[in-house]
């Protein structure tokens, strides 16, 4: 190499040195560039949880229709990779690593169930990967303390028992409390919430838990117990199948308290239905999210352009299907929090950025339910809208109620 | 071919294969060499399930269960007594012997189909029973039991996967010597007389109850080992990592990877852990459709397994170069068949 190329060599070399800070603003972690946002995902679309993958489709579904009508996040198109785990957590342990490692995504996205994110969840930690708004109510997703790369999405259980509690607080006096639960860390976590929620003073006025196993074949005893012990307002923390049996029986020994149901169960065809109608009415459950069977939206604009995004992008689906819904609105938070990092894609501004979601109007969410989350608040749904049943639909009543953590 | 140039060829064969499973992880990313010790993992469990199916004739479909206790055998050692890692691969193994020999006992009375569902049951309910809380102080319920990766020891220069996977392979390659010796002696032997037929088997003075049951026993203990390794290697364990699907896959990586066969295991690992992820990226609508379609394509096109295909594609490259010499048939039994009913 002569000298002369050499000095022009130096000196272009200086110069690309020199012009880069120009590009300072453009940052990029991994799998970011200037035309692309790889997002990573496991859902169960086989095994026995196969009926959420309804929700990872839908997901894809909102990013094809990103891609396509707004040319992306800021110009650059989501590639959304969504891979099956069959609910089975050494799978997903199995495709998260491949997410990450194989595919360098720049962070994860509604990772489904709670078995397998708690699976994952120190090793997202440990290799500071974002793991955005998991699909799971569980309530300690929310820890920024000591998981800063993990965060919810959905109301989390104890928030929702801790806007039961307010409600009851101030609307019936004199209330003694009955509670059904399932023994397990669902279960637990609303007792928590009903803990939290009454404090030391007003500790006496859960006058009764009872338990039951996933495999108990029914549930009437402890109702009976829980009529037995005077409780004139019952909190009924149940998966569908049980939620059914619990609100038959409690109707046919004539028992009638206020009752509230977990939003888990709230499905009119699965749990009211079977249980009978007339025996649900007067049933009080929270609501975040518009179901997609309620008549009252259909003049709404989120929820006339969520028909026609599921008309256009989503046809397969059950267009009766909540999940639909859920997963739309899901996306629409993801697509927030993207557009706010501009071009600054790196996996800390992802998490700064989700982080830092102020009173953000979601499609599909409930009115006045807003999307909120600060470097200590990793819960970004922390309201929601009480509805009655009204022996057809469910009704909502009064203003919107939030339990965020204060 | 003389017997003695067939045993120095499949000695060749297996140090060839060691070599080259040395050599993998060399030119593997972390999550691919991850993903081999998965499949040797599954291949020690299938290994376990080949000696009771395949070799003993008795179905099982409640391997599953096995691996669990295993895995959680390993999981609370770890967690609440520390344990090291490498540490909890014996007492897994023990107590899956003693689990599977115990479980053994009343299976003598059932043959068949009906061992296959009794086994089942044992499937089904091994989730529900780990969520039992009673129990739930040493195995977290539903929460299961997040364990620490373990690092390479003597600050060895290789990633922890690496090493995970060295660890593994050492463990194969001990736990396939040791069933080898196993399987082609006397008890080798008995196992295959009582699969063939047992009334014989007994004539010849063979205790078919003891037999029987230690097959359990073994078998058992090879799945629960495996079931520490993937407790280990995947860093966590709840009950929904042991579906009933589980015990199901594994019936099928023993009869696709091929029936009373060593290397069938390995081929029946390779199946159990890559054919979920081809069904997955060949379709995301139905991905149990597309899994049926190669198990489908497997029975037909290579009724032995994948081992007994490959053995007729050897037999038939040798009889070609030595034409005219007796060769042997291929070796395609089915299992649990008695040939002939002494009645």
């Known amino acids: ?406 | 071919m003389t017997p003695g140039s067939d045993h120095r060829n499949r000695w060749g064969v297996a140090a060839t294969a060691v070599v080259l499973a040395c050599a993998l992880p060399l030119v593997l990313s972390n999550y691919q060499t991850f993903q081999l010790t998965l499949a040797l993992i599954y291949a020690i469990a299938l290994f376990g399930l080949n000696l009771l199916t395949g070799y003993n004739g008795q179905i099982s479909l409640g391997h599953g269960a096995f691996y669990a206790i295993g895995a959680y055998t390993a999981a609370i050692l770890m967690d609440h007594y520390d344990l090291p890692y490498w540490a909890t691969i014996v007492p897994a193994g023990v107590v899956c012997l003693g689990a599977g020999f115990l479980f053994g006992l009343p299976a003598l009375r059932l043959e068949g189909l009906y061992l296959a569902l009794a086994t089942f049951a044992l499937a089904v309910c091994t989730p529900q029973l780990l969520k039992y809380k009673l129990i739930e102080k040493w195995t977290g319920g539903v929460q299961g039991i997040v364990l620490l990766k373990p690092d390479p020891p003597l600050d060895l220069p290789i990633s922890a996967d690496r090493w995970l996977y060295y660890f593994t392979l050492a463990i194969t390659v001990l736990a396939f010597l040791f069933g080898w010796n196993l399987l082609r002696g006397r008890t080798g032997r008995a196992l295959v007389a009582i699969r063939d037929h047992p009334i014989a088997a007994e004539t010849m003075g063979i205790n078919a109850a003891l037999y029987k049951s230690l097959a359990f026993g073994v078998s058992a203990m090879y799945t629960g080992i495996a079931g520490a390794l993937g407790a280990i290697v995947v860093q966590f364990v709840a009950p929904d990592s042991f579906s009933p699907f589980l015990s199901i896959s594994f019936l099928v990586g023993v009869v696709v990877g091929g029936l009373a066969s060593i290397s069938g295991a390995i081929f029946g690992g390779l199946v159990v852990e890559f054919i979920p992820n081809v069904a997955d990226s060949i379709s995301k609508a139905a991905p149990w459709a597309i899994y049926g379609i190669f198990l489908l394509g497997f029975m037909y096109l290579m009724p032995s397994g994948v081992a007994g295909a490959l053995r007729v594609l050897a037999m038939r490259k040798t009889t070609r170069q030595t034409q005219g010499a007796h060769v042997a048939p291929p070796l395609t039994r089915s299992t649990g068949e008695v040939p002939q009913k002494s009645q």
């Open chain 1, 1 to 406: 190499m002569s000298r002369a190329t050499l000095i022009t060599t130096a000196i272009a070399a200086a110069v690309i040195l020199a012009a880069s800070p120009g590009h300072a603003q453009k940052k990029y972690g991994p799998g970011a560039s200037d035309t692309e946002i790889k997002i990573g995902q496991t859902m169960p679309y086989s095994g026995p949880a196969s009926a959420y993958g309804a929700i990872g489709k839908a997901e894809a579904a909102y990013f094809k229709m990103v891609n396509e009508e707004k040319g992306g996040i800021n110009g650059r198109k989501v590639n959304f990779i969504s891979l099956d785990d069959g609910y089975s957590p050494p799978k997903t342990v199995e495709q998260v690593r491949r997410l990450v490692e194989e595919d360098q995504v720049l962070a994860t996205f509604q990772t489904l169930g709670t078995p397998s994110n708690t699976a994952i969840h120190k090793y997202m930690n440990a290799k500071k990967v974002p793991q955005l708004f998991v699909a799971t109510g569980a309530t300690k997703w929310g820890d920024p303390k000591n998981f800063p790369w993990t965060m919810g999405w959905q109301p989390n259980y104890q928030a929702e028992a801790k806007i039961y509690i307010k409600y009851i607080r101030d609307n019936i006096p004199n209330a003694k409390i009955g509670m059904l639960i399932q023994n397990d860390d669902y279960g637990k976590d609303y007792l928590v919430g009903v803990n939290d929620a009454l404090g030391e003073k007003d500790k006496a006025m859960l006058v009764k838990v009872v338990t039951y196993e996933v495999t108990d074949p029914t549930i009437d005893s402890q109702i009976i117990d829980l009529k037995a012990s005077g409780a004139n307002v019952f909190i009924n923390i149940t998966t569908p199948k049980f939620a059914t049996m619990a609100i038959r029986k409690a109707y046919d020994i004539d028992w009638h308290p206020t009752q509230f149901l977990n939003n888990v169960s709230t499905s009119v065809g699965s749990v009211l239905t079977p249980a009978g109608l007339e025996k649900a009415k007067g049933v009080i459950t929270i609501q975040y999210y518009k179901d997609p069977t309620d008549p009252k939206w259909k003049d709404e604009p989120d929820f006339k352009q969520w028909q026609a995004w599921m008309k256009k992008y989503n046809p397969d689906a059950n267009a009766e299907d909540g999940f639909n819904a859920y997963g739309y609105a899901a996306a629409a938070t993801l697509e927030q929090a993207l557009r706010q990092c501009g071009d600054d894609l790196t996996r800390e501004n992802v998490m700064k950025q989700a982080a830092n979601l102020k009173d953000v109007k979601i499609p599909m969410l409930q009115p006045g339910v807003l999307v909120n989350t600060s470097p200590t608040d990793f819960y970004p749904i922390e309201q929601g809208v009480l509805s009655k049943f009204n022996g057809t639909t469910w009704e909502t009543f009064g203003p919107v109620v939030s339990a965020s953590n204060s």
